[in-house]
């Protein structure tokens, strides 16, 4: 059992949005920054989002995230069927010493 | 270009050692730290481990403390994960990725698959 915890799925429409929730703890969500992976099927993980909020080079302003208190969520606007794959929110747990990562939720992109 | 490359799954029996190895190249090696992250057939991620961009420090999941060794040689731009004792439950895609001072996954391996099975 993870100690962050997401909905198994989520589903949505083309052109949406949709919101991925992440719930933690203080020792890990609610002191730590929290990341968002993408991993389309048969592929590496990707990063979408970093230090809560901000976006590496090439990932589009579609996807954005936020944090409050001990849990985190990832928006994806204007859904693309390519969109479709499982997120994983992450962060460090200061009890652990250790990365943790959510269970993940598959977006079905409808 | 930036690339990670992991080496060394294979099928193992029970109990038995693997070690395998993350090379690598197109950025400066020895700044950053390296995370093994695995994913179990089916299931989702699970970190590994982690060591620090000069080796002095290491961090473990609980459920690979005192079995995995990370270390790295960064003469050979290479990272290593030392598994021992391995169970069936390590069975997993295993991957590397990179770690600038806490900003990691921009860039990752392609995986190794560890079977272990009898």
């Known amino acids: 059992q993870s100690l962050l915890t997401q909905s198994p799925s989520v589903s949505a429409a083309p052109r949406q949005k949709v919101t991925i929730s992440c719930s933690g703890s203080s020792s890990n969500i609610g002191n730590n920054y929290v990341s968002w992976f993408q991993q389309l099927p048969g592929t590496a993980p990707k990063l979408l989002i970093y230090?809560?909020?901000k976006r590496p080079s090439g990932i589009p302003d579609r996807y954005s995230g936020s944090k409050s208190g001990t849990s985190a969520t990832l928006d994806i606007t204007g859904l693309l069927t390519g969109d479709e794959a499982d997120y994983y929110c992450?962060?460090?747990?200061?009890?652990?010493?250790?990365?943790?990562f959510g269970g993940g939720t598959k977006l079905t992109v409808l | 270009q930036v690339q990670l490359v992991e080496s060394g799954g294979g099928v193992v029996q029970p109990g038995r050692s693997l070690r395998l190895s993350c090379a690598g190249s197109?950025?400066?090696?020895?700044?950053?730290?390296i995370h093994w992250v695995r994913q179990a057939p089916g299931k989702g991620l699970e970190w590994v481990a982690l060591?620090?961009?000069?080796?002095?420090?290491?961090y473990y999941a609980d459920s690979v403390k005192g079995r995995f060794t990370i270390s790295r040689d960064n003469s050979e731009n290479t990272v290593y994960l030392q598994m021992n004792s391995l169970r069936a439950e390590d069975t997993a895609v295993y991957y590397c990725?990179?770690?600038?001072?806490?900003?990691?996954?921009?860039?990752w391996g392609q995986g190794t698959l560890v079977t272990v099975s009898s």
């Open positions: 230090d809560n909020n």
């Open positions: 990725a990179r770690d600038l001072l806490g900003y990691w996954g921009d860039y």
């Open positions: 060591i620090s961009y000069d080796g002095s420090h290491q």
């Open positions: 992450g962060t460090w747990d200061s009890s652990l010493s250790a990365w943790v």
């Open positions: 197109g950025f400066r090696f020895s700044h950053y730290g």
